[in-house]
């Protein structure tokens, strides 16, 4: 109770006082209503000692409150609640035997074993049961040797508070003594269906129940566990319920509650993470719809489902970071990543194509999912076959798929590409291939132009001996199959060359090799083929001639390169050119006992004064 204002306080003062007293009688009153909705809900007995208890000791700091239960066969004390009490006190106070707490005796018992521990004995109250049997006593403490303030007790507020701790605690006694049965017969309120709620309950969602014009929450015990509270828990009003979800979703579950409200929408439906009891946060998915309307169409109830989806977002997000990571890796490195499926049946299919077919193909990946066989529209021509091929091999099941090939996407200049991929096997006979395409036309330039190089001499530009060889090969294996007649190989080589070197220098020396290479090309056909062999001897392969023609070729050559001398410093550097010539047949031997025997012819040439063409006898190229 408010105590007496005196005369000398100022209004100012008298006023601050009052609103306190009133502001901690409210708190005093809401703490009390809850811990009474508490018991109405059937909390455990001892939680709610506690929950008095400590809520005594907070409004009277000055005062220590403890509540003991009795247990009449036993004839022993057993601990309710004693928050701030020594343990030791407490062990004695359990190991004391009582006959009857009600009695004079069982005071001074108390008083004394409390003393040693600094504990003065203020009241004693007994916990009756509505049989009227003690089933407990209340007691409060003061702490200390000094001199004990006794106008705590006199204060009515000290009084209201042990008056309702001991209300409180007899009622939670009490409660306790009721068979669990008979307190959760009748809930949930407004469950029809009493077996489709445990069912639903069963599986692990919750159930809620919402007044929509008082604004009153019902909450099953499965929709309370899945934020880790208990069944006695949990106030019904809506302002807390708002408060237990996260600040960044509820503008947007308001919104939602009031759509569905206002019949926007058919069904409440809602994803948004909610406060456990532990102050850490779950994702749930709550749905719900509008089951009472009132005639204007307000909405009066509504009724509604919640599933712990945490989990479930998790995995999704961990799902959603792997496939952008998927996305980033296919969408950074350049080239086209795929996965092409190969049922059965044999009819592949692409299942996944990254954006990297737009650089390589000049294809959208859609096209590509659409229809795998557009890739043809811009394969090269002339690697199609090989292409082709490879396709097949995939089809029928090959072990791997290695292919370079051009491709020629419209509007674009021609591309190498290099595909490469390997085939995964799956139960029912399906193979799946993994592969990545790349553009390589940078690298098959500098491919393309080093192969050149190690197949061109440096200084004429013609082919060296290497690549001379080959293409004699070539045509060997043509006439040796009967795709080609004859053909005849020459073997030049200039004159004292030695000569220019010494008199005019390395430079005319290397000028006069140009010149001849560049006499000789003038002179041949395409069919035909020519080669620096090394120094200044040059090879020739006239194809489809017989000896008589070569002859007239090598007179031509010889005609032509002493008729178009190369000019130095004003003088004519005259060089003549002896020929050795040797008929490559059917039966001949091999290309290099062919080029031999020409060598041969060039030979007896050189001995013979140079400047002129000798033949091989037929009998001296060797037959195979
Ligand atoms: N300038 C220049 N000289 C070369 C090159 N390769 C070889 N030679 C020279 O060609 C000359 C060939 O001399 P020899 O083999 O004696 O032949 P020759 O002087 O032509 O005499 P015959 O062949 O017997 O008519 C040597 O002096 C070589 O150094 C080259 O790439 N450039």
């Given at each position: 109770?408010?105590?007496?204002?005196?005369?000398?306080?100022?209004?100012?003062?008298?006023?601050?006082?009052?609103?306190?007293?009133?502001?901690?009688?409210?708190?005093?009153?809401?703490?009390?209503?809850?811990?009474?909705?508490?018991?109405?809900?059937?909390?455990?007995?001892?939680?709610?000692?506690?929950?008095?208890?400590?809520?005594?000791?907070?409004?009277?700091?000055?005062?220590?409150?403890?509540?003991?239960?009795?247990?009449?066969?036993?004839?022993?004390?057993?601990?309710?609640?004693?928050?701030?009490?020594?343990?030791?006190?407490?062990?004695?106070?359990?190991?004391?035997?009582?006959?009857?707490?009600?009695?004079?005796?069982?005071?001074?018992?108390?008083?004394?074993?409390?003393?040693?521990?600094?504990?003065?004995?203020?009241?004693?109250?007994?916990?009756?049961?509505?049989?009227?049997?003690?089933?407990?006593?209340?007691?409060?403490?003061?702490?200390?040797?000094?001199?004990?303030?006794?106008?705590?007790?006199?204060?009515?507020?000290?009084?209201?508070?042990?008056?309702?701790?001991?209300?409180?605690?007899?009622?939670?006694?009490?409660?306790?003594?009721?068979?669990?049965?008979?307190?959760?017969?009748?809930?949930?309120?407004g469950?029809?269906?009493?077996?489709?709620?445990?069912?639903?309950?069963?599986?692990?969602?919750?159930?809620?129940d919402r007044n929509a014009v008082?604004?009153?929450?019902?909450?099953?015990?499965?929709?309370?566990?899945?934020?880790?509270?208990?069944?006695?828990?949990?106030?019904?009003?809506?302002?807390?319920?708002?408060?237990?979800?996260?600040?960044?979703?509820?503008?947007?579950?308001?919104?939602?509650?009031?759509?569905?409200?206002?019949?926007?929408?058919?069904?409440?439906?809602?994803?948004?993470?909610?406060?456990?009891?532990?102050?850490?946060?779950?994702?749930?998915?709550?749905?719900?719809k509008v089951v009472a309307r009132d005639a204007?169409g307000n909405a009066l109830r509504m009724i509604?489902?919640?599933?712990?989806?945490?989990?479930?977002?998790?995995?999704?997000?961990?799902?959603?970071?792997?496939?952008?990571?998927?996305?980033?890796?296919?969408?950074?490195?350049?080239?086209?990543?795929?996965?092409?499926?190969?049922?059965?049946?044999?009819?592949?299919?692409?299942?996944?194509?990254?954006?990297?077919?737009?650089?390589?193909?000049?294809?959208?990946?859609?096209?590509?999912?659409?229809?795998?066989?557009?890739?043809?529209?811009?394969?090269?021509?002339?690697?199609?076959?090989?292409?082709?091929?490879?396709?097949?091999?995939?089809?029928?099941?090959?072990?791997?798929?290695?292919?370079?090939?051009?491709?020629?996407?419209?509007?674009?200049?021609?591309?190498?590409?290099?595909?490469?991929?390997?085939?995964?096997?799956?139960?029912?006979?399906?193979?799946?291939?993994?592969?990545?395409?790349?553009?390589?036309?940078?690298?098959?330039?500098?491919?393309?132009?080093?192969?050149?190089?190690?197949?061109?001499?440096?200084?004429?530009?013609?082919?060296?001996?290497?690549?001379?060889?080959?293409?004699?090969?070539?045509?060997?294996?043509?006439?040796?199959?009967?795709?080609?007649?004859?053909?005849?190989?020459?073997?030049?080589?200039?004159?004292?060359?030695?000569?220019?070197?010494?008199?005019?220098?390395?430079?005319?020396?290397?000028?006069?090799?140009?010149?001849?290479?560049?006499?000789?090309?003038?002179?041949?056909?395409?069919?035909?083929?020519?080669?620096?062999?090394?120094?200044?001897?040059?090879?020739?392969?006239?194809?489809?001639?017989?000896?008589?023609?070569?002859?007239?070729?090598?007179?031509?050559?010889?005609?032509?390169?002493?008729?178009?001398?190369?000019?130095?410093?004003?003088?004519?550097?005259?060089?003549?050119?002896?020929?050795?010539?040797?008929?490559?047949?059917?039966?001949?031997?091999?290309?290099?006992?062919?080029?031999?025997?020409?060598?041969?012819?060039?030979?007896?040439?050189?001995?013979?004064?140079?400047?002129?063409?000798?033949?091989?006898?037929?009998?001296?190229?060797?037959?195979?």
């Open positions: 109770m408010m105590p007496e204002p005196t005369p000398n306080k100022d209004a100012a003062a008298v006023a601050a006082e009052h609103n306190r007293d009133c502001d901690f009688a409210r708190k005093a009153l809401a703490f009390n209503h809850l811990t009474l909705s508490y018991i109405a809900r059937g909390a455990p007995l001892d939680q709610l000692l506690d929950r008095i208890a400590s809520g005594f000791s907070c409004a009277t700091p000055q005062r220590m409150l403890a509540i003991f239960l009795f247990d009449a066969q036993a004839r022993r004390m057993r601990i309710g609640a004693a928050p701030r009490m020594a343990p030791a006190f407490l062990a004695e106070v359990t190991a004391l035997e009582v006959d009857d707490p009600d009695t004079p005796g069982f005071w001074s018992g108390l008083s004394a074993l409390g003393a040693p521990y600094g504990l003065r004995l203020r009241e004693m109250l007994p916990l009756r049961s509505f049989a009227g049997e003690v089933a407990g006593v209340l007691v409060v403490c003061a702490e200390g040797q000094a001199a004990v303030d006794d106008s705590v007790e006199r204060d009515q507020g000290y009084r209201d508070s042990v008056g309702a701790a001991v209300s409180m605690a007899m009622l939670a006694i009490e409660r306790s003594l009721v068979p669990v049965h008979v307190r959760v017969k009748g809930e949930p309120p469950m029809a269906d009493e077996r489709m709620a445990l069912a639903i309950e069963g599986s692990g969602t919750g159930i809620w008082t604004g009153e929450m019902y909450y099953s015990r499965g929709w309370k566990a899945i934020l880790g509270y208990e069944d006695w828990e949990l106030s019904s009003h809506l302002e807390d319920a708002y408060q237990r979800i996260h600040p960044d979703d509820l503008a947007y579950v308001q919104e939602t509650v009031r759509q569905h409200f206002e019949s926007r929408s058919d069904n409440y439906q809602v994803e948004h993470r909610i406060r456990c009891r532990d102050g850490s946060y779950k994702w749930i998915c709550s749905r719900g204007q509604g489902t919640t599933t712990d989806i945490t989990e479930i977002k998790s995995l999704t997000e961990k799902l959603a970071k792997s496939s952008r990571m998927l996305d980033y890796l296919t969408h950074e490195i350049p080239g086209m990543v795929f996965q092409f499926k190969v049922p059965p049946d044999g009819r592949g299919y692409f299942t996944y194509v990254s954006e990297g077919a737009r650089e390589t193909y000049g294809l959208t990946p859609q096209q590509l999912l659409e229809s795998p066989t557009v890739i043809k529209s811009v394969i090269h021509p002339e690697d199609m076959p090989l292409y082709e091929a490879a396709r097949q091999a995939v089809l029928a099941g090959a072990s791997h798929w290695i292919l370079e090939f051009r491709v020629m996407p419209p509007g674009q200049c021609v591309r190498w590409l290099r595909g490469e991929a390997r085939p995964r096997r799956l139960a029912d006979g399906t193979i799946l291939w993994h592969g990545f395409i790349s553009d390589i036309s940078q690298s098959k330039a500098i491919e393309l132009e080093l192969q050149e190089f190690a197949l061109t001499d440096y200084l004429t530009q013609l082919p060296n001996r290497r690549h001379f060889m080959q293409r004699l090969l070539e045509e060997y294996n043509r006439i040796q199959r009967g795709i080609a007649g004859t053909a005849a190989v020459l073997m030049c080589d200039l004159d004292h060359f030695k000569r220019i070197n010494d008199s005019l220098g390395h430079a005319v020396g290397d000028q006069v090799l140009k010149h001849f290479a560049g006499v000789l090309m003038s002179q041949l056909r395409k069919t035909d083929a020519a080669g620096r062999l090394g120094g200044e001897e040059f090879a020739v392969l006239l194809a489809g001639v017989d000896l008589q023609a070569a002859a007239e070729f090598a007179t031509r050559l010889q005609n032509c390169f002493a008729g178009q001398p190369l000019w130095h410093d004003g003088r004519k550097v005259e060089v003549t050119l002896s020929i050795g010539i040797a008929l490559m047949q059917a039966d001949s031997a091999g290309q290099e006992q062919v080029l031999r025997a020409s060598d041969d012819a060039l030979y007896r040439a050189k001995e013979r004064g140079r400047n002129r063409f000798e033949f091989a006898p037929l009998a001296c190229v060797p037959r195979g």
